[in-house]
């Protein structure tokens, strides 16, 4: 099948928990199938409402702390003020399903292995073929999610000062900071509650079908080579990158055993810009530098094929890619992701991101690359 052939496959919305996901499943699956590879899906358990119920939950606890906080409740507004933190480290930085587990399903990632010489390392590609749809970009949860930790700070500071002072603290600051804190809390309900059920859903192209499709003419080409040559190639197609990236963290977990010489996540490929390496990924308080090694590897192909080497990129804030997931671990991974106008695309995780944004003339590039990878990582 041609690039475009398959992007009329892929590029429907997929929003995790769907049934229009596990149908793109079975598609990859049966094209991996048919492409010569031994094909496993990976089952885990994802949390599709994760975001609507973490933000839902976490906004619910400040407006409760604003109201004792008023009442001069100073006891319960302490209680309800430090669980709201507590709930988004344990969530978003442990990977722990409190709350967003109270719904969760089974999904899973498609495997497929192209055999090498027995003797030659693994190298792994990976790109995510799940779908959100928010309100907002990345910036803006960036911005709005940075200031969820000063109105924390703002409101135990209160809270202590009423617990502090005998006659508990003055009515303007009560009333003050009981409308300014849950502010950051009302704004990501908003981006990542409401947009999923209000918002045209998003087709998910340049997040993340080019990739995919990238990964998908890939297969095609290693179909072409003699069984039994170079190094062993895993294509993964990982879903719930958009629910806190659940689906890599459970698929890096069953390679501590035998780690790969190296694997590639790839987005945004595709878009109508220069592709380059991501330099880190993370969560919050913890970040993973991508081996250099990796990077170099990179470079030499892309010279090879003639070309400069790529530009860094780093992620904005408040994002993040699966390459956390294997870095977390130990794990050498590095992201490439292309460019739109020479910095991270924008107007995502909505109707915007379409079809007409991509290039299948950038995708067939980037195969080209992935080729070269390969060649030298253990010969053809």
Sequence with gaps: MTADEYLDRILVPRPNGSEALETVAGFLEETLRGQGADVASHFFTATPFGFQLCFATALLLMLGWSVALVAGRYRIAAVLVLLAPALLLLEFELLWSTVSGLYNVEERNVIGVFPGHYKAPVVIFVAHYDTTTHFGDHRDWGVWGWRMGPA??????????????????????????????????????????????????????????????????????????????????????????????????????????????????????????????????????????????????VNAAAVLLGRKPLPMLELPPGTLTDGRSFLALGLPALTLRATEDGSFPTRLHSEHDSRDRLSVESIEKTVDLLETIVELSGGR
């Excluded at 220069?274 to 993973?288: K, N, S």
């Design 152 to 297: 924390i700070g703002l409101a135990i500071g209160v809270t202590l000062v009423g617990m502090l002072r005998k006659k508990g603290a003055p009515a303007w600051l009560r009333w003050g900071a009981g409308l300014a804190a849950p502010i950051p809390f009302a704004a990501m309900f908003w981006f990542h509650g409401l947009g999923p059920l209000l918002r045209e859903p998003s087709p998910g192209a340049i997040d993340n079908g080019g990739s995919v499709v990238a990964l998908l003419r890939l297969g095609d080409r290693l179909s072409a080579r003699p069984v039994g040559e170079g190094a062993t190639v895993r294509i993964v197609f990982v879903a719930a990158e958009e629910e806190r990236a659940l689906g890599s963290q459970a698929y890096a977990e069953t390679l501590l055993a035998d780690p790969p010489l190296g694997i590639f996540n790839l987005e945004s490929i595709g878009a109508k810009g220069r592709l380059a390496w991501v330099p880190e990924d993370g969560f919050e308080f913890r970040r993973f530098r991508s081996p250099h090694v990796l990077v170099d590897q």
